[in-house]
């Protein structure tokens, strides 16, 4: 069984940035595949950004590339979201998830990962 527990969310003004955190339990987190997705008020969660188990492959979505960095430290069984130029569009409920059967692919698809954390809310204003 994995955990997964994101903080770092909050409130913060358009063109600002925050970074998300995800530390996993559990002493295969460097076998796992992570990614992060989205859920915002009144419309399906979507996916964000997906990172492999070694972090040489990142993959994202187009709404966030170029302001969006994924990536990990195996050594601290923590994955990492750096939010740059954040819009208001932006405000979601974020989770990460663990894909711990392929870790050197990454996934898009909500089905693929196992295990989800709870969530940290990310509000950006205008």
């Known amino acids: 069984q994995v955990q997964l527990v994101e903080s770092g969310g909050g409130l913060v003004q358009a063109g600002g940035s925050l970074r998300l955190s995800c530390a996993a339990s559990g002493r295969t987190f460097s076998r796992y595949a992570m990614g992060w997705f989205r859920q915002a008020p009144g419309k399906e969660r979507e996916f964000v950004a997906a990172i492999n188990w070694s972090g040489g492959n990142t993959y994202y979505a187009d709404a966030v590339k170029g302001r969006f960095t994924i990536s990990r430290d195996n050594a601290k069984n923590t994955v990492y979201l750096q939010m740059n130029s954040l819009k208001p569009e932006d405000t979601a409920v974020y989770y990460c998830?663990?894909?711990?059967?392929?870790?050197?692919?990454?996934?898009?698809?909500?089905?693929?990962?196992?295990?989800w954390g709870q969530g940290t809310q990310v509000t950006v204003s205008s």
């Open positions: 998830a663990a894909d711990p059967t392929m870790g050197w692919v990454i996934n898009v698809f909500e089905y693929k990962y196992d295990y």
